[in-house]
């Protein structure tokens, strides 16, 4: 089944630590993203790759970092920066090109903080 | 000034009405619009998009796009309990060239 796979599920952080967030995609697509959602907020994008070896921050990169080794793979880090990290994470990869391009979303990582 | 926005709702609709969500944007260069659905703790699935004015009906659901007057709708018809989701628009296409979204609309059907 073609797809995007976030993992894992629900991920708890320790005051200092960095936690990484996992997502794959299967569906051969070129760009892919990382968004944050909070309770009652719209989406906020922290990160793009729209080809292998190349990002660009969103609106809220500080205190995140990422990489884009393989077409299929774009883990997000959270650092011990990121004060308030709390949130539902949201990975996505899009087909299509310009005006044609579609955002599909993976599963999705509940982040908490012990 | 939100780039996208949405009523935050909750929208009441009892079970076989027409439920009306709106949306509009502050960047007239957008060129492509959509409609995910997301249930409570789960992610967002596309359900509709739309690039021309006019509306484009899939199913029970119908999207509208007024470019002139910077305003995406969408309609779902004979609604269901299934439909009790919050609805998130998007657009994309314009001077900040990725996807914004608004804050999303709840949705809640009784029956």
């Known amino acids: 089944d073609g797809g995007i796979t976030q993992s894992p599920k629900y991920l708890f952080r320790k005051e200092g630590q960095n936690v990484t967030l996992s997502c794959e995609q299967n569906l051969n697509h070129d760009a892919m993203y990382w968004y944050r959602q909070d309770p009652g907020q719209g989406l906020r994008l922290i990160y793009y790759s729209q080809i292998v070896n190349d990002f660009q921050k969103g609106d809220i990169a500080e205190g995140y970092s990422v990489s884009r080794e393989k077409k299929e793979s774009f883990p997000l880090t959270v650092t011990s920066a990121q004060k308030n990290p709390t949130a539902f994470y949201l990975c996505a990869s899009a087909t299509g090109w310009g005006s044609n391009e579609k955002l599909f979303f993976g599963s999705g990582t509940q982040l908490s903080v012990l | ?111």
């Open chain 2, 1 to 111: 000034q939100k780039e996208v926005e949405q009523n935050s709702g909750p929208l009441s609709v009892p079970e076989g009405a027409i439920a009306s969500l709106n949306c509009t944007y502050s960047d007239r260069g957008s060129q492509s619009f959509f409609w995910y659905r997301q249930y409570s703790g789960k992610s967002p699935e596309l359900i509709m998009f739309i690039y021309s004015n006019g509306d484009k009906e899939d199913g029970r659901f119908t999207a509208q796009l007024n470019k002139a007057s910077q305003y995406v709708s969408l309609l779902i018809r004979d609604s269901q309990p299934s439909d009790s989701a919050t609805y998130l628009c998007a657009a994309t296409g314009g001077s900040w060239g990725k996807f914004q979204f608004g804050a999303g609309t709840q949705v809640v059907v009784t029956p």
